[in-house]
């Protein structure tokens, strides 16, 4: 059974869906999502791309997992650094997959660097930390 964690903070009345995928590889509550290429869903590791949601639930590969999804609603999710609140988030493109980093890390001019989130306190390395999904 998938362990659920305090994820879903509020949806502010914002259009959040609540959608059930197919995990590609075990996913824990918190990480930030991508569709892979058979359609299953994974840990984002590319700054380049729109992310599908945050995973409500723990999963296992091949188990489903409920991803929320939607503009404007707050969350939390895995972060890897220690940003300050208020701070643009995006996906973490240095091996930690499935987490958010702050944007000004990636600000060397490269293209792989879209804010997926902002901080709504200051982030929690390694843990949950409020977003609002963009």
Known sequence: MAET?????NDGGAPARIINFTAAAAISAGNVLKIDSNGKVA???TGLSPIAGVALVDAA?????SVITGSGVIVRALTTGTDATGSELMVDTSGTAGQLDDLASYSDGSAESKPVAIA???????GLTKVLLL
């Open 5 to 9: 964690k305090t994820v879903l903070v």
């Open 43 to 45: 840990k984002a590791t």
């Open 61 to 65: 590969s091949g188990d489903l997992c």
């Open 120 to 126: 709504l306190e200051t982030c929690n390395a390694n």
